[in-house]
Each structure stands twice: as C-alpha cells, then as structure tokens.
C-alpha cells in the first residue's frame, strides 16, 4: 500500500516535471527566443509570479493577459528581421510600474487608467563581455490579436549611450502619457530599450510586451459638474425673481391706490390736522390722491389744481403778469399753508408779514374782478389799495392790447405816463 | 524497505531538480533604482531634493545594499542634509527603500545630474557585489534667485510705492466728495429744523 502511494506521488511529480519541460521546450526554438521568454520569466519572477504552468504551451505569442512568457509570433519575427533589431542575449531585462504603482503583479491583471502618465522602470543586466550603450527607450499601442500592427506609437526617451559595463546592471525609467479619450479597452502594450554592443550592432529588446486593459479612472470631484450645478440653480432663481416682478408689476390699479393712499395718510396725518385749522385747503376727497388714485397731488401747489379758479381768455401776457408778480409778492402760492407764507416773506424781506398777506389778500381781490368771482365782504381800504393796482393793472393790459392804429398806440403811451407817478409813489412807500 | 529509501530519495531529488527548473536562472536579487529631483524650479541659495527609491523585484533578498552619490561636486553643490553614502543591511524581495539627499547649488549653471550607484550581493551566499547604476535626471538649469524672485516672491515694497503713488488720485476726489456731502447735509438740517 505505501509503495503504491509512493509511486502515485513519483508519477505526479513526473507529470510536473514533464510539463515544466515541455513549456520550456515549446519556448526555446531559437537561442534568443529562449533567452527573451528567459527574459519575461524573470521579469515573472520579478513580479513574484507563481510556477505554475498556466497553459503556456499552447501561447505562442498570442498575447493572452498576465503572461509575460510569451514568444514573438510570426509577423513579430519578420518584423524584426526586417530591420534587423532583436535582443541580446547578453542582456537581461525586467520590468517595474512605478505609476500605477503593483500594476501587472500577481494576482492583478494589467490595468492602466486612461488620461495619465503612466511611468515604468526597466532594469537591464549585462550578462555579456562586453560593454553595452543603452540608446533608447521607446512604447507602443499595437492590436492585441495581431502584435505587428501598431495603434499607437509613444515618444522616444534618449539615454544617450548610457554605459553597462559586463557585469553591471543598470535602470532606466519610461513614462509615457494615455489618452484620456481612449475607450475602455484592452491593447497590447510593448516597451522596448534600443542599446548597441560595443562593435556598434544595434538591439532592441522587449522590457514588457503583454496585453493592458484601460479603464477611466473615478474622479473624486468633478469641477465641471458642480459649476453647472450652480449655473442651473441660479438660472431658476432669476426665473424666480422675474415672475414676482411681472406679477408686482400688473397687479390691478386698485391695491396700489389702496397702498399709497395708505402711505399718504399716516405720514402727512399731522400735517392735515394742522391745516384744518387754517381753512384755506380745499377738501380733496381723495384723500390727497388724484380721482384715478394714482399719484400724489399734495406736492402740487392749489392754484395749478383749482381748474375752476383758473384765469379766462383774458389773461395777462407773462411780462405784465411778472412785474405785477414783482410789486405783489407771494401771488403765486395762495391756498398753501404758513410754508409759502414763510417763503413769500424771505423773498423780500423788507416787508411785514401783515403787509404781504394784506398784498396777498388784494392781489386775490384784483384777480378775482378780472376773472369776475370771488369773496363778496371786502373791507374798504383793501379795495383801495386793490384799485389802485388793479388801475395800474389795466393800465398795462391797455398797452399790451393796444397796436391796432397808431392813434391807439399814442393814447397807450400816454396813459402809461400818466401811471408812472403812481408807480414811483408806491415804490416811495414801500 | 530499500527499495522504498531509493524510491524516497529519488522523489526528494526529483522536487529539488524540478524546483530548480522552474525557477530563474539567477534567481537573486535585482535592485531597480530610481534617483529623481523633487524640485520643479532649481534656484542658486535655495535647497534641491534629490530622492532615491531603491525597489527590490527579485526572489531574494538583497544583503548589504550600499548607495553611493558622487556625482555632486563640492563646490558646485552644499550638501544641506541627507548622506551621500548609504548604507541597508538587507533589503527584503518585493520592498523599496527611498532616501533624500537635499543640497543647495552654490552657483548658476547647467548641470548634468548623472546616475548614481548601488552596491549589494544578490543573495546571501553570493560570493561578490553587483553593481547597479540608478536612473538619471538628465540635464538640471539651476537659475538666479533674481529671476525667482521676480515670479515668486511677495513684491511687498513693490506694492507699498505703488500704494502711496496711487494714493493722491483717491484721496483728493474723496475729500472733496466729502466736504460737499458735509455742507449740503448741513444746509438741509439746517432748512428743515427751521421749516419744523
């Protein structure tokens, strides 16, 4: 019985071995292909690689992700004899991702993130007699089925002859760029170092020659999103704000008349009451608003309000009314309580405050003959003295109506002249 | 029972050739060392990192790694801190080691930072040191602090004069702004305490 489980034990262990032999076999047509697919499985090893036989035998350059052991297929080897580059086999390469740092080791397939810059050292040992020159480093993008066709070709890094003596190992770092718009897919990366021997023939060696997945790597914050965000929510904040104002805007005339006559009321409430007193304002039932209720009319002075009190046809003309306006002051602002009075009085201050409401007063009386109404009970001296100025007053509208013939105009000019000795005694007196 | 001590010794000497047919050829050590220059701008006076990693992606561990920089001359270059001379005891398969070395150029040139180099034995029972060149930063400009200074630097004296030279052209406008603000607000307190 134990020698039977003995023997079951030799023959798997001879399976193993058989196996192992014939991946090595299956690899090792030619020297250098040995030594490269030597190459890749140290670089394998490099990558803490399991030893077991993942079907390698039938990988002939295929290119089949995470196996690093595989042999340069047919086109590969035609391609190279064209131009007559190959490896060494005094050289010895393998192979390390710095950016994304542990890409391609066990257990990880090979994924590099699109839109970044993916960065790779290559370690090179001189097993040779002779010095090595190492050139250049150089990447590409080919089709992963067919290894000879190239997608993409990366920029050449110069090392500028950089010296290996025999013996001596050297690195060397590549980085190349992925382009963010790259798709999620899969292509078969190749890096390769270009170096020369010392008689000058020049090599160059496949560092990694395996198929790579992309993917598009997350982005934690995305400025772009966030920033349209924004925009959108300040968008529907002014569509917000300009319904509200059309609404403000036409609501009926109604509830603005009630707001303003509202406002009207409590801030001029002491001022009303103050004037009630005096008798002289009219009563606007509207409460200081126009019949429409849509603006203010206290502001307005009365006498432009007053349609009824408005002088007829037979106005003055504007210079006799003005210098009229000169010897009667405050004609202007009857109707309007003590501010125009106060005004009136510090326009010409020499007078008394009795004499220009008196003035006032007859200039109201005058005003009122002209247009044909006004208070009846006046007392006497003001009728006078209203007389007098109301003389002057046709005096001067004679004149200006006059021109008809030159007889009317000499009549005028007499008339006038006998008015100016009235004219200097009031002033005389004031 | 002979028989089966041959079958036994036959089998133990088949699991260690075939060990050591699947395994590398070398199988020891291999150092991959990566020297980098941290600084974006290498300004004269002011201090230069210059960062070692050391990876180790061989199957053993690497036994007295020594790293050695000569390639900063002395008087081109103050060390500032860090060892140009270092030295690990083992460095474990599958682990990275990093040194900075910081150093400040004592002129204004073009400098070509070469490679520096590592000494270590590939295993324990190797007999010699292998030799191993790290990368190279290429050709480094070490610039004037002058032309630093111009793109970095605060400017606060800059700014200062250019405060003061500005200053009249704000202040004379508001003065007078506020002088007539003061006297018409006067006037209307005045008017309309006397109106009241």
Known sequence: ?430 | AMSQLTACAFLIGLVIFTCGAAADSDGGAQLIGVKSIANNLIVKGMDVTVQYDIYNVGDKAAMNVQLEEDGFPIDYFAVRSGFQHVRWTRLPPGANVSHTLILTPLQTFVFNASHAVMRYKVSDEATGSTVGYTTSPGEIAVIETADYDRQFSAHAMDWLTFGMMTTPSIIIPFLLWYASVRKYSNLASHSSRKNN
């Open chain 1, 1 to 430: 019985m134990r020698v039977f489980a003995v023997s079951v034990l030799l023959l798997a262990l001879l399976a193993f071995h058989a196996v192992l032999a014939q991946e090595s076999a299956a690899g090792g047509a030619s020297p250098e292909d040995q030594l490269e697919e030597e190459g890749n499985v140290e670089s394998e090893g490099a990558e803490r690689a399991e030893k077991v036989p993942t079907g390698s035998a039938a990988d002939s350059g295929a290119g089949e992700p995470g196996m690093a052991s595989d042999t340069p297929s047919a086109e590969q080897q035609d391609e190279m004899t064209k131009l007559q580059l190959g490896p060494s086999d005094k050289v010895q390469l393998s192979h390390l991702f710095l950016y994304p740092a542990g890409a391609g080791q066990v257990g990880r397939s090979l994924d590099l993130p699109t839109g970044k810059t993916i960065r790779v050292a290559m370690h090179m040992r001189n097993k040779g007699d002779s010095t090595f020159h190492v050139d250049l480093a150089t990447a590409a993008f080919r089709y992963p089925m067919d290894m000879s066709y190239v997608i993409q070709n990366f920029s050449t890094v110069r090392y500028h002859g950089q010296d290996v003596e025999p013996g001596r190992e050297a690195s060397f770092v590549y980085q190349f760029n992925t382009d963010p718009q790259l798709a999620a897919r899969s292509f078969g990366l190749t890096v390769q170092l270009g170096y020369r021997d010392a008689e000058g023939k020049n090599y160059l060696h496949s560092a990694i020659n395996q198929t790579v997945s992309l993917f598009e790597p997350d982005e934690g914050f995305d400025g772009e999103t966030f920033f349209m965000y924004i925009f959108l929510i300040v968008l529907a904040a002014l569509a917000c704000a300009g319904i509200w104002y059309l609404l403000k805007t036409y609501t009926p005339a109604k509830k603005l008349a009630a707001k303003s006559r509202h406002a009207v009321k409590s801030s001029k409430a002491a001022a009303l009451s103050a004037d009630s007193a005096d008798g002289s304002a009219p009563n606007n039932n509207n409460g200081g608003l126009s019949p429409g209720g849509n603006y203010n009319l206290e502001w307005i002075p009365q006498q432009h309000l007053d349609i009824k009190n408005r002088r007829a046809k037979t106005a003055q003309s504007p210079r006799q009314r003005k210098t009229h306006a000169v010897a009667h002051v405050g004609t202007v602002m009857i109707h309007v309580p003590d501010a125009a009075v106060a005004h009136s009085t510090m326009l010409r201050p020499e007078r008394s405050h009795s004499s220009a409401v008196a003035k006032q007063e007859g200039c109201v009386s005058s005003r009122m003959q002209a247009g044909g109404q006004g208070p009846d009970a006046e007392p006497v001296d003001r009728i006078a003295e209203a007389s007098q100025t109301s003389h002057k007053e046709d005096s001067r509208s004679a004149i200006a109506n006059s021109g008809q013939s030159g007889q009317q105009t000499l009549l005028a000019l007499a008339a006038w002249l006998l008015t100016l000795p009235g004219m200097s005694a009031e002033q005389m007196a004031a």
